[in-house]
């Protein structure tokens, strides 16, 4: 299960990649029915200047359009970095049955660190989480990223 | 200041008469800037079978784009109804000011009824609260929405 989860974070992290060139912080999600691959979106909040245009986000509302509804039973949601309360919310709005996650974020994390909204029995649906896959690449990623900005901003070593 | 919320909510509880006619729950979200309105959404999540398309999440979306900005600072999301735990922390995600709401939502809200994401000093932004204006009106167009669809299960009175 471990091997099978670590499969589907290199999805995601490939996905992150994408971010980058466009300026978004390196952060990929990948939605699974079965195992079959429905989306696969990055970060894209700077290149369209959209605050709601999280990795999560995108996934979510192109798995909705591949299955031709918003109820998203079934599917699981592999994300490189521990959701954010508006993208955990999502999971639950939409109804996804398993969230597994790369890194933690202790900043800003809603699936286990500042809250657990996916793990909440007052709501209406609840979200499997297994977090920590791959924690270090997929932390590394965003470490990179973070260096290889405050390096441009000081104009290089 | 509450009269001028009131006209606000106003607008908002319009916008929201415009989800039932395709079968979405009404809630309305207006954004100010200023006195100007700059974005007015109702929930689509129905008609468009999108999770993600609550009011709030619409109207942040129009109003980032129409700022050409995911950076919604100075900004007011009017919503007839307390915002969900994705909506609530989309408020944080786009930096918005004050969030207003109409009925408060003791199943999801995430403004102080279940949470109170907008008001969370651990995150990197707070969003001022003011809920329960015309609240009475606000609930009550849900509870007549919900009341219909019970009547037409049933086959009419």
């Known amino acids: ?14 996905e ?15 939605v699974l029915l079965g195992e079959r691959v429905i989306a696969s979106r990055h970060n894209e909040r700077e290149r369209r200047q959209d605050p709601t245009a999280h990795a ?14 918003w109820r998203l039973a079934g599917t699981t949601l592999v994300a490189t970095l521990e959701p954010c309360p ?4 999502a999971l639950v709005a939409s109804r996804v049955q398993r969230i597994v996650y790369g890194a933690s974020d202790p900043k800003a994390g809603a699936c286990g660190s500042l809250y ?8 209406n649906h609840e979200v499997d989480v297994v977090g920590g896959i791959l924690a270090g690449e997929t932390g590394g990623l965003l470490s990179e990223f973070f260096a290889g900005r405050r390096e441009a901003v000081r104009g290089g070593p």
Chains 1, 2 share one sequence.
């Open 86 to 89: 508006m993208c955990a919310g």
């Open 1 to 14: 299960m471990a091997s099978m989860y670590e499969d589907l974070m290199r999805l995601a992290i490939d």
């Open 116 to 123: 657990n909204i996916c793990a909440d029995p007052r709501l």
């Open 56 to 69: 999560e986000m995108l996934a979510l509302a192109d798995a909705a359009k591949e299955l031709g509804s």
């Open 16 to 30: 992150a990649r994408g971010a980058p060139p466009h300026g978004d912080v390196p952060v990929g999600a990948v």
